[in-house]
């Protein structure tokens, strides 16, 4: 891995979880990550919020 020098073993663990997909669900949180950004409008801010909240 080319990081693996670099990090702490925190931000391996960090780096990892980027790539592990869930139990239950189809994307991983880079997958997340490299969506297009939808339209900045209010109603999609607070969407995106209330997902992260849960």
Do not use: C
């Not at 990081?3 to 997909?21: A, I």
Request: net charge negative; glycine share 4%.
């Amino acid at each position: 891995m080319i990081y693996h020098n670099l990090l702490n073993e925190n931000q391996k663990e960090s780096v990892n979880q980027l790539f592990e997909v869930s139990e239950g669900s189809t994307n991983s949180p880079w997958n997340q990550l490299k969506e297009d950004a939808k339209r900045a409008t209010l109603s999609h801010l607070e969407l995106s919020l209330l997902a992260e909240i849960g």
